[in-house]
C-alpha cells in the first residue's frame, strides 16, 4: 500500500461525509468504506487514522471510527505540481516502447538516475494501478497495454456494447450511498479540481465512475470485462486527454447520467451513455492521431 493510496481514500471518505451528510457521531466503519470504495481494509484505516490527526474522524477504543464534525475541512488537493516526474518519465517511456517488458531495479535506477527507495515507492504505486508488477528477485514487469490508434477505437466500441447492454440488465439496481459518491467526485471536479489533479487520479475517477455504474447491472462479467479494458487503455489516455478543456463536458454528461439512473429511466440513461462513448471517442482519436504524427 502506498501513502498516496491512503491520501486518495481520505479524500473519499471526506466526499463520503459530506454526499450523505453524516452528523457528527456518525460510525464510520472500515470494512464498509473498503467495499464502497472497492479497497481493502489497510488504505481505509490509514486514511481514517489521518483523519484523526486532522481533526475530522475521533476514534474509540473497540469501537472504531466516528464523524467528529459536521464541518468536515477537506485535505490539501492533489495538485499537478506534486505529480511524481518518475512515475511520468516511466509513462512516456512505456508509450514511447522505449522501456522493455522485463527490467531489473538496478537498471531502472540507472536508467532514471534515482534511489532505489524512490524508485520502489513509484512503482509500488504503479502496482497498485494494476500496470506493473513485481518478479522473483529485484525484477518487476510492465502489463501489456493499448498502444495503437486501431486497438484503442475497439476498446471504445466494446465499451458502447458492454456499458450500455448492463444498464438494460434485469434487475440493474442503483446502489444509493455509491451514487452519492458519484456524483459528489463529479461535482467536485466542476467545482475547480480539474486543473489541480494529476493525470493519475483524474483516470481513476473517470473509470471509477463507469466501473461502479457497471457493477449497478449485477452481473460480474460485465464488471471485470471493464476493469480489464481500463487497465489496458490507462497509459495511452495520459496522452489523449493532455487536453482537459473537455473535462467540464465529461463531468456534467456524468452528473445528467447519474440523474437519469437515479430517476429509474435506464432506456434514456443506456441511449445517453452511447452518445458518451461515441463523442469521447471521436475527441480523444482526433487527440491521438496529432501524437502518433
Request: aromatic share 6%; proline share 4%.
Amino acid at each position: 500500500m502506498t501513502d498516496r493510496l491512503a491520501d486518495r481514500v481520505a479524500r473519499q471518505i471526506i466526499e463520503h461525509v459530506r454526499a450523505r451528510a453524516l452528523p457528527e457521531g456518525t460510525h464510520l466503519a472500515a470494512q464498509e468504506l473498503a467495499d464502497l470504495f472497492k479497497v481493502s481494509r489497510a488504505p481505509v484505516t490509514a486514511a481514517l487514522r489521518a483523519l484523526e490527526q486532522a481533526g475530522a474522524v475521533r476514534s474509540i477504543p473497540n469501537r472504531g471510527f466516528f464523524v467528529a464534525a459536521t464541518d468536515v475541512v477537506p485535505l490539501p488537493p492533489e495538485g499537478r505540481d506534486g505529480e511524481d516526474d518518475l512515475y511520468n518519465a516511466i509513462v512516456d517511456q512505456r508509450l514511447a516502447e522505449t522501456l522493455p517488458d522485463k527490467v531489473s531495479e538496478n537498471e531502472l535506477m540507472r536508467h532514471f538516475g534515482v534511489t532505489r527507495a524512490r524508485l520502489q515507492r513509484t512503482l509500488a504505486q504503479i502496482a497498485d494501478e494494476g500496470w506493473v508488477e513485481r518478479l522473483p528477485g529485484h525484477g518487476w514487469q510492465f502489463s501489456t497495454t493499448l498502444h495503437t490508434a486501431e486497438s484503442y477505437e475497439q476498446a471504445y466500441r466494446f465499451r458502447g456494447m458492454i456499458e450500455t447492454q448492463a444498464l438494460l440488465q434485469p434487475g440493474y439496481t442503483v446502489v444509493p450511498e455509491e451514487l452519492a459518491r458519484l456524483r459528489a467526485e463529479q461535482q467536485g471536479l466542476l467545482d475547480g479540481t480539474i486543473e489541480a489533479l494529476p493525470r493519475a487520479r483524474l483516470f481513476e475517477l473517470n473509470s471509477g465512475f463507469h466501473e461502479t455504474i457497471i457493477s449497478w447491472s449485477g452481473n460480474p462479467f460485465f464488471l471485470d470485462s471493464l476493469r480489464r479494458i481500463n487497465r489496458l487503455r490507462r497509459l495511452i489516455e495520459f496522452r489523449v486527454t493532455g487536453d482537459r478543456s473537455r473535462l467540464d463536458q465529461q463531468c456534467r454528461e456524468h452528473l445528467a447520467l447519474l440523474d437519469m439512473l437515479e430517476r429509474g429511466d435506464l432506456l434514456i440513461a443506456a441511449e445517453f451513455m452511447r452518445g458518451h462513448l461515441v463523442h469521447a471517442l471521436a475527441v480523444k482519436e482526433r487527440a491521438l492521431q496529432r501524437f502518433i504524427e
